[in-house]
């Protein structure tokens, strides 16, 4: 089966092809441009680098967040309108666990924590060991959760990660680690992820994928503010 993959979740994202025997071909995305300028046009080159016809493309996967809130509806839309023309399935797939996965290895035995920068000075994080997620996706500030999570060895993989690469090793010193790379590219993880949802017969209609935001957009928080004043 082949999968093509996307992932919005940060500036660059990127996009794979994904057949059974793992990843065909992988494209980072150009951070310099705004991604509603280079899709699909980006996925349309990934097709012609691997010399596959977009028809043959047996199903899709998006990247559901936490992320960046334009760059999820951009990236969810493009693959919604893709998939409802080519009358193939949509699978959402979590950029945590996605993050988790291409951890994995690195990690070893110890615990996996996915970090992605929310701003404001707080993180999208999700916590697994031995592959199970324990602790699932919540915005917090980093100093709050190395406060509450029980100390243990643990691999930090992803874009808050590194932004907090320095409280992590003051705070935790040779129990903290940040995976190299802190942020890989994710849409083959994505798309492998994918693979096996649908092997395991999850074949969602395109509209049934939603965006995980984790928090709130500004725009609705404003509002309701607006509408209690």
């Keep these: 089966m082949l999968v093509l993959a996307l ?10 092809l994904v057949g059974d025997d793992g990843p065909l071909a992988e494209q980072p995305g150009d951070a310099a441009r705004p991604q509603a300028e280079r899709l699909p046009a980006d996925l349309a080159a990934l097709l012609e680098r691997a010399g596959v016809a977009l028809r043959a493309v047996e199903a899709f996967a998006v990247a559901t967040g936490p992320g960046s809130f334009t760059g999820l ?15 193939r399935p949509l699978v959402g797939i979590s950029a945590l666990d996605a993050l988790a996965q291409m951890g994995a290895r690195e990690a070893g035995g110890a615990r ?11 993180v999208y994080a999700a916590l697994y060991e031995d592959g199970r997620e324990v602790i699932p996706p919540l915005v ?7 406060d509450d999570w029980p100390p243990a060895p643990t691999l930090f993989i992803g ?3 590194e932004a907090h690469r320095e409280l992590i090793t003051r705070r935790l010193g ?12 994710l849409a083959a993880a994505i798309g492998g992820l994918a693979l096996a949802a649908l092997a395991a017969g999850d074949r969602p209609p395109p509209d049934e994928v939603r965006p ?8 609705e928080v404003a509002r309701e503010a607006r509408r209690g004043s």
């Design 7 to 16: 992932d919005t979740t940060t500036r660059g994202g990127s996009c794979a």
């Design 159 to 161: 874009d808050g990660a």
């Design 112 to 122: 996996l924590a996915t970090w992605v920068d929310a701003w404001r000075g707080e």
């Design 212 to 219: 995980l935001y984790v928090r709130r957009p500004d725009a």
């Design 140 to 146: 917090a500030r980093p100093e709050t959760l190395l």
């Design 73 to 87: 509806r951009i990236g969810i839309a493009t693959m919604q309108g893709l998939a409802f023309a080519a009358g």
């Design 174 to 185: 040779s129990d903290g680690r940040v995976a190299s790379p802190a942020l890989p590219p």
